[in-house]
């Protein structure tokens, strides 16, 4: 069973960054993506990207955010840049078509 850890939340202030990083235990053929659930909401797709790299992003997101994935490492990042408050939740790395997850990493953006 692959095994997701994700690092680098936190709290920043509105227009600030952080950068999110996933560690997979093996090698992923599957496209990977970034989620975030907010208090009370459902959980969101935020980014995508395939193993050949093509990308999409959530509309709020869009032109902020960049996903990137190293397939040697078996890594995948989110860049956010420009934070706003709206963007805070508990951040997740998935392994899209399937059932794993990472533990989440909280992001609080403050205004």
């Known amino acids: 069973q692959v095994q997701l850890v994700e690092s680098g939340g936190g709290l920043v202030q509105a227009g600030g960054s952080l950068r999110l990083s996933c560690a997979a235990s093996?090698?992923?053929?599957?496209?990977m993506g970034w989620y975030r659930q907010a208090p009370g909401k459902q959980r969101e797709l935020v980014a995508a990207i395939t193993r050949a790299g093509n990308t999409n992003y959530a509309d709020s997101v869009k032109g902020r955010f960049t996903i990137a994935r190293d397939n040697a490492k078996n890594t995948v990042s989110l860049q956010m840049n420009s934070l706003k408050p709206e963007d805070t939740g508990v951040y997740y790395c998935?392994?899209?078509?399937?059932?794993?997850w990472g533990q989440g990493t909280q992001v609080t953006v403050s205004s």
């Open positions: 998935h392994v899209i078509g399937s059932a794993i």
């Open positions: 093996r090698i992923i053929i599957n496209s």
